[in-house]
């Protein structure tokens, strides 16, 4: 396999040099062309995505996000839970991140190399991802990440051409900022949830709005002061809609929110999960331009820096074990701990250190994870696992989009309904036989074709032309 530091197309990948027959100047470049490294990190992290957003696909968000884990799950759920929450959970996504970032630099370092626009192709590159992102949210599923990435990755076009060391700064800087931003809304979103407690176990009941036995039995619903018949939701999104209305619900973990999640998932109608998907889907971006948006900017500074380097190049083991070491080292107490804060630290000041710890040194295990896939993908007794690894990888997309129509198909209305009924056990499990099938599928699918379905879409809608897929033509 060459060592050329080229990324899949998956993810923006590199160009090898433009021929005549190339649009624009500039031709993909081909399957043989790729880093197996970056590809295996990639594939790595598409394994961790799927093992957090699981939970996420089949669990109530409310109860997703609760810092402390399932109080009245089992040991075996808990355990679950824990390896998920410390490991996985704001450890994948920043590897995505980065390589994306890293994939993007080399891309338009090479179309600029051709004499090309870089810009004008980074921003149909990106395009492509804010509208198939726009459609998995709001049709599929609400915790997408392509629209995300197509929209803050317009951004690092304005400084992809900026040298790694002001990359890294400017990364950093980022870093902080976004870590600031996440402890200060953890901090206060658990001040906000705990006074709007207080202040509904303080309200008193008005016994007019409680039904009497006579009523209820009788089957005679209760006039209103002006004796009209007061109006009952007809639907679980009316419900949800006039309790928000109320402002008696003000965080996902509210029983109302949490039971018409129940509803509409698992029983639909579709129109019912589209009105609370998108409702969702809503809300965590207005969360993400204050606090997540600022870490994903932040990781793609980093990649870009890093491409810049050649740090995943294969001549880099050094960098390698190095990455490895100390990412380890930082990264897994400081997860440990991240988990364990707010167990040992209650009310907002526990959840905002956890929130501080989780943010700041979450990438740091990432980097671990990355440095330990390198030397496994360029190892010699180990090289299967990483081949294993960068075969699923160079399928990225069309297998993070898969993920979503299989866990969908499982847990929502239109498939089995098992929407918050399984366990997370069950959900990890159930991750790793997924990812597994993806493994085989991506390899029997790319011994025939050259791409994956989505990513020869992706590669058409770039280069404005389709590339021949089968493999021999």
């Not at 970032?101 to 090479?110: D, F, I, S, T």
């Not at 366990?423 to 036989?433: D, N």
Request: positive net charge.
């Amino acid at each position: 396999m060459p060592t050329n530091h080229a990324p899949t197309e998956s993810d923006p990948g590199s160009l090898i040099p433009a021929s005549a027959d190339s649009p624009g100047g500039s031709k993909p470049a081909e399957p043989g062309a790729r880093l197996i490294t970056l590809d295996a990190a990639r594939g790595l992290a598409l394994l961790g995505i799927l093992c957090v957003n699981a939970m996420f696909f089949a669990l109530p968000f409310g109860d997703v996000m609760n810092p402390k884990g399932p109080a009245d799950a089992s040991f075996i759920d808990r355990t679950a839970w824990f390896i998920v929450h410390t490991f996985a959970e704001g450890k994948f996504y920043p590897i995505f991140s980065m390589l994306f970032g890293y994939g993007l630099a080399l891309q338009l370092e090479r179309v600029r190399a051709s004499g090309r626009s870089a810009g004008w192709f980074g921003v149909r590159r990106l395009s492509f991802l804010i509208i198939v992102g726009l459609l998995h949210a709001t049709l599929l599923w609400y915790g997408d990440i392509l629209f995300l990435y197509g929209t803050i990755g317009m951004l690092l076009l304005v400084f992809i051409r900026a040298r790694a060391q002001t990359l890294f700064i400017t990364g950093g800087v980022l870093l902080l900022v976004s870590t600031m931003c996440m402890t200060g809304f953890a901090g206060l979103s658990a001040m906000s949830s705990a006074a709007q407690q207080a202040a509904q176990q303080q309200s008193p009941v008005d016994p007019e709005s409680v039904p009497s036995t006579s009523d209820a039995t009788a089957g005679t619903p209760k006039q209103d002061d002006e004796g009209s018949l007061p109006s009952e939701p007809r639907t679980p999104m009316e419900r949800f809609w006039n309790e928000m209305a109320s402002g008696r619900m003000g965080d996902p973990s509210s029983p109302v929110w949490r039971e018409t999640e129940i509803e509409v998932y698992r029983h639909g109608p579709y129109s019912q999960a589209l009105l609370m998907r998108c409702f969702s889907w809503l809300m965590m971006l207005l969360v993400t331009g204050f606090t997540f948006g600022w870490h994903i900017m932040a990781m793609f500074m980093f990649g870009a820096g890093a491409a810049k380097l050649g740090v995943l190049d294969a001549d880099r083991s050094a960098w390698h074990r190095r990455m490895a070491t100390i990412g380890l080292a930082v990264g897994v107490p400081g997860a440990m701990m991240s988990t364990l804060v707010p167990h040992m630290i209650e009310g907002a000041g526990g959840l905002a250190l956890s929130a501080m710890l989780l943010t700041l040194l979450g990438p740091a295990l990432s980097l671990g994870y990355i440095g330990c896939m390198a030397l496994v993908a360029q190892s010699r007794s180990m090289g299967a696992v990483g081949r294993a690894f960068a075969v699923t990888g160079r399928m990225a997309f069309t297998n993070y989009l898969t993920q979503t129509v299989v866990m969908t198909f499982i847990m929502y209305h239109w498939g089995l309904a098992k929407f918050a009924s399984v366990g997370r056990a069950e959900l990890l499990l159930l991750s790793l036989v997924v990812y597994g099938v993806q493994m085989v599928v991506s390899h029997l699918w790319l011994s025939r074709y050259r791409f994956g379905p989505l990513e020869w879409i992706w590669r058409a809608w770039t280069y404005g032309r389709a590339e021949p897929i089968r493999r021999g033509v």
